[in-house]
């Protein structure tokens, strides 16, 4: 197939975080702080995305507020033509960093919700007086003027809070609310009996969902993403293995997906070692699961793989224990029963206490 | 539905942007990228935020030789999605 440029990267700051989410999308070994990329390396990545074709960046971490050149970043990035997303849970963002974003051209802000009281928010981020931190920087967010998302990740122990996360998007004039149900790889995956959804919870969140959309209409989008485990199809990853974006680590490796490092024997380029365009185009990884040439049956024959691509590789590693086997979401995977026995069981089980991520050294 | 009188804008946040890689022009908003062809381009390159939507469509129409009715027509349906997504806003 001819490969497309990409759109967009994600851009993993850093691994360091005073959160500790018990399912962070940071693999299980956290890239330390002498190993970050500086500010020189980082600018000339956004340089090359940018000539490649990337039109979005999303810096993201981590908590991309723990680096100090923050500022210069987003200004680095500016330059280099690319729309500028901000990724962050909000610690670490004062008043004077603020505007010191906005003064730098910062695009646009995503705010991370881990719940919507200080309560549940304080115990899932692991952060105690995070919660109240989190809405001074809403506050001042509306205040400056950023375009804002409100953005949570919803898994059993909080989906009852959904209604109420949206009137919170609602209330600090957020633009969007992406609400994600909790994706089971690397931290989530030691937690799965805590955090697995029940079926009826994820029945009331596609209620409170579509009840929301139809009240808020040109008020506040909401991007869903149900918990797949209850669906017959898996979702598209990434837009489709190496088309559509791409993922650079703290120390610039670059991946097609968050969560590729988790399956073995894929070779990961450096932009240490490479430029970006290289390994785009002829990177190992990226040329793995692009397209549809690697699959298998049942997607091979199937009428929906230019659809759904196979759904996720990382996911298929996980629970199929095969990279190229279907995404065991989907009804023809021959894994798919005992998944969702599995997921039953875990959801039917008194969930044990949560294991929250460890800190990035 | 966007009026005659209706002034839109474009919010901060959302901006035409020249794709100096695949060629044409994007609409960039929040974690979305929207590529636009030349009817969709031509029209918000009108969006000043000091204009009407009934000025707009004249402009348009004096420029491409068409019926006012039809662009205002197609130019609303245009905006209507946008405005639903908010990347749009109306000042009255
Ligand atoms: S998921 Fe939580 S712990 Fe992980 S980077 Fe985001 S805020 Fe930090
Ligand atoms: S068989 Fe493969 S391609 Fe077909 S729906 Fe399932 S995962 Fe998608």
Redesign the interface.
Known sequence: MSVP?P??MLAELTHRCPLACPYCSNPLELTRKDSELDTAAWADIFRQAA???V??L?LSGGEPATRRDLTDLVAEARAA?L?T?LITSGIGLTEKRLRALDAAGL??I?LSLQGTDAAMADRIGGYHGGFERKLEVARLIGQI???L?LNAVLHRQNLHQLPRAIEMGVEMGA??IEVATVQFHGWALKNRAALMPTRAQARAADAAVAEARARL??V??IDYVRADYHSDYPKRCMGGWGTTGLNVTPEGTVLPCHAAQTIPGLVFDSLRDRPLAGIWYEGAAFAAYRGTGWMREPCSGCERKTVDFGGCRCQAMALAGDPAAADPVCIKSPHHAALLARAEAFAATEAPEILWRAAAG | MIGPDDIPVLPRGVRLHRDRVRGGWVLLAPERTLALDETGRAILAEIDGIRSFAAIAAALAAAYDAPEAEIAADSQGFLGALLDRRFLEIRQ
Request: glycine share 16%; hydrophobic share 30%; no cysteine.
């Open positions: 440029p759109i967009a000539d490649l074709g039109l979005q999303h033509g729309y997303n695009d646009h995503q003027g950023f375009p998302t633009r969007r209409k040109g506040l989008v």
